[in-house]
């Protein structure tokens, strides 16, 4: 058992974390929860409301259309399973990153915990259903992209518990955060599409999700996320040398810097007004 004093990802005294990577993480934390509180807001003003009010139908006006065939019952529900079990998981496991919550409530980091990576092994078990039945609008490309994505949340799910249930506090705290990077992805994955737009006028993007930009997208919305993660353990391991703090630090500066612009042009002309229609 790792004493409390210590951080369960490296077993170092917390003091012994280089200060410019435990603010920028912590600035760059606080900027995506308060953009997932956003993403949620959205999702439940639109898939969550229009699935339970028979509108089901309109999820295919959204980001990616095709998502609802009334001919495909299994496909529609594997999705509606992961939008619903999504939005849970998107909630409370950036609750699972906060050690004071660790440390001073443990019953209730063990208990949302649970829920978490039940949600995103459900999460990723419901996409996988709906490629498997249905297949993505984007053809092969997307199919292998997406459900590559499906098969690592899956696969980080099962590690957080199993390495939680055996006390490798180590290689829990590292999955948790493998899969924390895994599941904040698909709200990436608006955000990317976003930035680009506003970048590029949507340059090499097709309303078939198969363009060279689309393609590109269907790997990395995640892959990118994991390489932040890791990023961020190669940091903590050890006693880093000042080249791996500052090349951490700078990664985690321009991505925190990046997401508070994107999101606040996503907030204000796309996810605030659902949220306010619904609302209003």
Do not use: C
Not at 64 to 80: K, N, Q, Y
Not at 93 to 111: D, E
Not at 208 to 226: E, N, S
């Amino acid at each position: 058992m790792i004493p409390s004093h210590l951080d369960p990802t490296t077993g170092m005294s917390l003091g012994q974390a280089p200060r410019a990577v435990r603010w920028t993480s912590t600035a760059l934390l606080a900027v995506v929860w308060v953009s997932i509180a956003a993403f949620g807001a959205s999702i439940l003003a639109t898939y969550l409301h229009q699935g339970l009010t028979g509108q089901g139908q309109r999820w295919n006006d959204g980001v990616l259309p095709g998502l609802f065939d009334p001919d495909r019952l299994m496909a529609t529900l594997g999705i509606g399973l992961h939008f619903a079990t999504g939005g849970v998981l998107m909630l409370l496991i950036p609750l699972q990153l906060i050690g004071s919550l660790r440390r001073r409530y443990p019953a209730v980091h063990r208990w949302s915990g649970r829920v978490s990576v039940s949600a995103a092994l459900l999460a990723g078990i419901g996409g996988l259903a709906f490629i498997l039945v249905k297949g993505t609008i984007g053809g092969t490309p997307m199919d292998i992209g997406f459900a590559l994505y499906g098969a690592l949340i899956v696969l980080a799910s099962i590690n957080t518990f199993r390495h939680a249930r055996a006390r490798r506090w180590l290689q829990h705290r590292a999955w948790a955060i493998r899969l924390f990077a895994l599941a904040i992805a698909s709200w990436l994955y608006r955000v990317e599409y976003a930035g680009w737009s506003i970048a590029t006028d949507g340059a090499g993007r097709t309303e078939t999700f198969d363009g060279p930009f689309d393609v590109f997208m269907a790997f990395f919305f995640y892959t990118g996320a994991l390489v932040v993660a890791e990023a961020y353990l190669r940091s903590r391991g050890g006693r880093p040398g000042t080249l791996a703090v500052v090349l951490s630090t700078a990664t985690l500066v321009v991505s925190t810097l990046v997401l508070a612009v994107l999101n606040y042009f996503l907030v204000r002309y796309s996810w605030g007004p659902g949220i306010v229609a619904l609302f209003g």
